[in-house]
């Protein structure tokens, strides 16, 4: 089956620009991540989407970060407008289920998004 | 407030011995284990999980162990092989959170001939 697939894979912005990310999960994966993974931290999640509504989006900085998936299939990030410290690697995941489910949320993670803002 | 810690950022073993990363949490709330395992310029890869009415799983060369009491899991990896080398992350969910993964900080495995 055909993987998570994002893009851009690289992106240089200079500070106060904006930036977008895309990403299609996993045909028939209801569950879609976006975590942010800073150099040297682990990937922290910034919001899940369960089909096309919002699970989760407790850190996701709301004044200058916006995602949306509509028709609960691909999804975009956009940071706007950016800061130094938003440099750092965008992950995006899909899963087949979420919620209540105990043991079956393993995602499947994309090769990631690499943003440096100067 | 790093609820999932890996203390160790680095680890370096020989070809052919046993690997063990280690992991320790504080939330109580935890019920699902993963092992994420990364290479340069790719995304995390699932490894291995365990859920907590367990205290061991074991698939191939990789077995983790659960400790609840001490709030503690290991990776063992036997025999370690040099395209084990990479950045292995522990992540944990709850089933009243979402499950949503919260990882730790990663330890960057090297299998050296």
């Known amino acids: 089956e055909a993987g998570v697939a994002q893009s851009p894979r690289y992106k240089i912005i200079e500070k106060r620009q904006s930036v977008a990310f895309w990403c299609n999960p996993i045909s028939g994966h209801a569950t879609l991540y976006w975590y942010q993974q800073i150099l040297g931290q682990g990937p922290k999640l910034l919001i899940q989407?369960?089909?096309?509504?919002?699970?989760?989006d407790s850190q996701l900085p709301k004044d200058r970060f916006s995602a949306e998936r509509l028709k609960g299939v691909d999804s975009t990030l956009k940071i706007q407008p950016a800061k130094l410290e938003d440099s750092a690697v965008y992950l995006c995941?899909?899963?087949?289920?979420?919620?209540?489910?105990?043991?079956?949320?393993?995602?499947?993670f994309g090769a990631g998004s690499r943003l440096t803002v100067l | 407030d790093q609820q999932v810690k890996q203390n160790s950022p680095s680890l370096s073993v020989q070809e052919g011995r046993i690997s063990i990363l280690n992991c320790d949490y504080t939330?109580?709330?935890?019920?699902?284990f993963l092992w994420y395992k990364k290479y340069p310029a790719e995304g995390p890869t699932f490894l291995i999980s365990?859920?907590?009415?367990?205290d061991k799983n074991e698939d191939g060369r990789f077995t983790v162990f659960l400790n609840k009491s001490a709030k503690h899991l290991s990776l063992h990896i036997v025999p370690s092989q040099p395209g084990d080398s990479a950045v292995y992350f522990c992540a944990a969910s709850h089933t009243g959170g979402g499950n949503k993964l919260t990882f730790g900080t990663g330890t960057q495995l090297k299998v050296e001939l």
């Open positions: 995941a899909s899963s087949l289920v979420g919620g209540r489910l105990a043991g079956a949320n393993v995602l499947t």
């Open positions: 365990i859920s907590s009415i367990k």
């Open positions: 939330n109580s709330m935890f019920d699902y």
């Open positions: 989407f369960q089909n096309n509504g919002v699970v989760d």
